[in-house]
């Protein structure tokens, strides 16, 4: 199973720019492109939040035009810039998001790995935060199923970056997190958005990522006072492919480059 994962594309209204500078569509339609050029194809997309900049539901009708191309199915979910019930009232027909509460979600026998997706949105704040019932929830749900191979989305991540203004709107209630993770050993892996960037831990010995955005990057640079700052560093995507009982991650850049070229020439000599 190949699962292609997008994150923060930011997508804004038609014609208008991310920070007065970012053509965030453009650049999502670029993705998508790429995605679509892709042998083998990816079997599922799952974009972990920040699907859009301000959450109104013009920019997710955007979203969901630029994104329509795409074969596979799609599966989403929010992060501080969504708004959860805009994000809800677009995405509820295609059937796995629940109709009132948090966006949180379960596709238990649909793929060969079980997916769960977590709702870390605190409305109108940057930070995130797993409060006690979605903890709950968490908790319960993965007792359900200890013998399905798990992939966990949520768009916070649940550790300590040391990008100092991004840790500033961190996960709250990540502890109580780590300690569930650490019960249920069916969690391959937990794939997050946020950081606008791939940075790669593990908590409780389970793998934890961010993925890089479509479109800005977050500046890497591990002060504690950094400035909130982006850069248009090559903008990419994460390819993870499910593969003899492991999770293996490619990190993919978007955009054109020179080759490929040959290693070797047609008599097979490597070329001097
Ligand atoms: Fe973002
Ligand atoms: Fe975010």
Redesign the pocket.
Known sequence: MLIAHIS?P?VKLPGKLAYQRVDTAAMLQRCVAELLRLDPQPDLIVLTG?LTDFGQPEEYAHLKALLAPLAAPVLVIP?N?DEREALRAAFIDDGYLPASDFLQFAINERYPLRIVGLDTVVPQEGRGELCASRLAWLDETLARRPDRPTLLLMHHPPFTTGIGHMDDIGLTGGETFTEIVARHPQVELILC??L?RNIQTDIAGTRVLTCP?PAHQVALDLRSDAPSCFRMEPPGYLLHWWHEGRIVSHSAVIGDYAGPYPFFDPDGALID
């Open positions: 923060d930011h920040d992060g810039h958005g946020h606008h955005s």
